[in-house]
T-cell receptor
Framework: DVKVTQSSRYLVKRTGEKVFLECVQD?????MFWYRQDPGLGLRLIYF???????EKGDIPEGYSVSREKKERFSLILESASTNQTSMYLC?????????????FGNGTRLTVT | AQSVTQPDIHITVSEGASLELRCNYS??????LFWYVQSPGQGLQLLLK??????LVQGIKGFEAEFKRSQSSFNLRKPSVHWSDAAEYFC?????????????FGTGTRLKVLA
């Protein structure tokens, strides 16, 4: 089974802190994704990557950046955390084939910014 | 622009009753469509997917979905709901983007099951 591991289940950070959310997958997937999930808004794509060192903006990239130095690891960075970034963050991965390759999700990181 | 609409935010059904969750998509090309389920505190789990071919697809846990191109819909169904089906359900479409595909999700439907 594909395993997508997010390093923290819960995080509490202060406004203005730099925050790193880490995600590792063990199935050699080319694609990796970061979503945030908010009640009533579903999952919104922040950034995605289809190869090492490649990144593409999703629908809500403002206030975030990403890093993909190794194929298995995809990091989401909040340069200066703000309270409106309090949310559930979900990492996912998939094969880079046609769009029918399903996503495999981690269990999420619930981030609270105070 | 690509989009997915799930018109029902909450649905409540009695255990043993049938279920249909609605999903409409907007995508110019042939869509790749998915249904995922999320139990409380968990990530999303794939229920089923549609690529091409037979428009009625079977998934795990007794779920099925029917692709109707003319209605741009991909509704999820289950003939008899179990209490353990209480969860949030997300419909998604795979859309071409930057040398790969990205996945666009609906806002979800939360299912409550009455004993």
């Amino acid at each position: 089974d594909v395993k997508v591991t997010q390093s923290s289940r819960y995080l509490v950070k202060r406004t203005g802190e730099k925050v790193f959310l880490e995600c590792v997958q063990d199935m050699d997937h080319e694609n990796m994704f970061w979503y945030r999930q908010d009640p009533g808004l579903g999952l919104r794509l922040i950034y995605f990557s289809y190869d090492v060192k490649m990144k593409e903006k999703g629908d809500i990239p403002e206030g975030y950046s990403v890093s993909r130095e190794k194929k298995e690891r995809f990091s989401l960075i909040l340069e200066s955390a703000s309270t409106n970034q309090t949310s559930m963050y979900l990492c996912a991965s998939s094969y880079r084939g046609p769009g029918g390759s399903p996503l495999h999700f981690g269990n999420g990181t619930r981030l609270t910014v105070t | 622009a690509q989009s997915v609409t799930q018109p029902d935010i909450h649905i409540t059904v009695s255990e043993g009753a049938s279920l249909e969750l609605r999903c409409n998509y907007s995508y110019g090309a042939t869509p790749y469509l998915f249904w995922y389920v999320q139990s409380p505190g968990q990530g999303l789990q794939l229920l089923l997917k549609y690529f091409s071919g037979d428009t009625l697809v079977q998934g795990i846990k007794g779920f099925e979905a029917e692709f109707k191109r003319s209605q741009s819909s991909f509704n999820l169904r289950k003939p008899s709901v179990h209490w353990s089906d209480a969860a949030e359900y997300f419909c998604a479409v795979g859309a071409r983007a930057s040398g790969t595909y990205k996945y666009i999700f609906g806002t979800g439907t939360r299912l409550k099951v009455l004993a």
